[in-house]
């Protein structure tokens, strides 16, 4: 079992910056894929960035070339570094882990509580 300690969020002008971080705890063997997700209110839960354990990394096309996905290997944190901050990048982001909990459950996912990003106009 895998639990996602997030921090991060806060509020900023449009054009600021903030950067996002994931740390993992619990009981697992490795991680795998891990990532950030947003929701805006009234709208579904969509992918930001996403990042395995080889460090390839996908954007959502509304992000690129604004925000970077990395992560640290020794502690299993994850960040999200997100620039040039516009309004419609508000939402709740959640961290996102895919893991292998054991051989009896190579695959397994978590979830962040989510933090709060606000873009002020």
């Known amino acids: 079992q895998v639990q996602l300690d997030e921090s991060g969020g806060g509020l900023v002008p449009a054009g600021g910056s903030l950067r996002l971080s994931c740390t993992p705890s619990?009981?697992?063997?490795?991680?795998?894929?891990m990532g950030w997700y947003r929701q805006a209110p009234g709208k579904q839960r969509d992918v930001v960035a996403v990042i395995t354990s080889g460090e390839t990394t996908t954007y959502a096309d509304s992000v690129k070339g604004r925000f970077t996905i990395s992560r640290n290997n020794p502690k299993n944190t994850v960040y999200l570094q997100m620039n040039n901050l516009q309004p419609e990048d508000t939402a709740v982001y959640y961290c996102?882990?895919?893991?292998?909990?054991?051989?009896?459950?190579?695959?397994?996912?978590?979830w962040g509580q989510g933090t709060l990003v606000t873009v002020s106009s």
């Open positions: 619990g009981r697992f063997v490795r991680l795998n894929t």
């Open positions: 996102y882990a895919n893991y292998e909990d054991s051989w009896f459950n190579p695959s397994a996912d978590a």
